[in-house]
């Protein structure tokens, strides 16, 4: 299969992923439901590396602008990305972007995840920040009111969705190498 080809199936194929789990949220006291999107997104980076994982999540995010129901809760629109929760939609393409920022790296295996999990932090770090602020914004929530509502209750199942990507990710990266193998068997 065409390189080209093949890299353009993974983008879309990590986009559908996080399209059909994002939606799935449990709905907290405050306007940000705890969702299964940053998941998605870290996989999709940790995954596809920070430029193809970015696209992937941009793809996401154009389909719930033009109305497909993939943001949490089965909503979409534009209004969803510059409501209360936008600025944590689009603190997910610096999430996917950090998310894959050792992908490239010809280090071994361990010292790669390591780097993931440094990435997925600083990108869930960079989320919060970009997210926080929009919302101070829209909602004119102080920083401390607005801290407790989107940050404090999403830290422990954010540190669970890190350490599951981290896990996940190698596992599907030796699969990936073990296809790649087989390919050029049957090629020779």
Same mark, same amino acid.
Do not use: H
């Given at each position: 299969?065409? !390189?080209?080809?093949? %890299?353009?199936?993974?983008?879309?194929?990590?986009?559908?992923?996080? !399209?059909?789990?994002?939606?799935?949220?449990?709905?907290?006291?405050?306007? #940000?439901?705890?969702?299964?999107?940053?998941?998605?997104?870290?996989?999709?980076?940790?995954?596809?590396?920070?430029?193809?994982?970015?696209?992937?999540?941009?793809?996401?995010?154009?389909?719930?602008?033009?109305?497909?129901?993939?943001?949490?809760?089965?909503? !979409?629109?534009?209004?969803?990305?510059?409501? #209360?929760?936008?600025?944590?939609?689009?603190?997910?393409?610096?999430?996917? =972007?950090?998310?894959?920022?050792?992908?490239?790296?010809?280090?071994?295996? !361990?010292?790669?995840?390591?780097?993931?999990?440094?990435?997925?932090?600083?990108?869930?770090?960079?989320?919060?920040?970009?997210?926080?602020?929009?919302?101070? =914004?829209?909602?004119?929530?102080?920083?401390?009111?607005?801290?407790?509502?989107?940050?404090?209750?999403?830290?422990?199942?954010?540190?669970?969705?890190?350490?599951? #990507?981290?896990?996940?990710?190698? %596992?599907?990266?030796?699969?990936?190498?073990? %296809?790649?193998?087989?390919?050029?068997?049957?090629?020779?």
């Amino acid at each position: 299969m065409n !390189s080209k080809i093949k %890299q353009m199936t993974f983008i879309a194929l990590m986009a559908a992923i996080i !399209s059909v789990i994002a939606p799935i949220s449990l709905p907290i006291v405050g306007e #940000v439901p705890i969702s299964l999107a940053t998941f998605g997104v870290m996989l999709a980076g940790a995954v596809l590396g920070s430029k193809n994982g970015t696209i992937a999540t941009a793809i996401y995010l154009l389909l719930g602008a033009i109305g497909v129901p993939v943001f949490a809760g089965y909503t !979409s629109g534009v209004g969803i990305l510059v409501g #209360v929760t936008g600025g944590y939609l689009i603190g997910y393409l610096p999430l996917a =972007y950090c998310s894959g920022l050792s992908f490239t790296n010809n280090k071994n295996l !361990s010292s790669r995840t390591l780097e993931k999990v440094i990435g997925m932090i600083l990108g869930t770090v960079i989320l919060y920040i970009i997210g926080t602020a929009w919302f101070m =914004y829209v909602t004119k929530m102080n920083l401390v009111g607005a801290l407790m509502a989107c940050v404090i209750p999403f830290i422990p199942g954010d540190v669970i969705k890190i350490v599951l #990507v981290a896990i996940l990710a190698p %596992q599907l990266e030796r699969v990936s190498s073990l %296809q790649k193998i087989a390919v050029a068997e049957r090629s020779a």
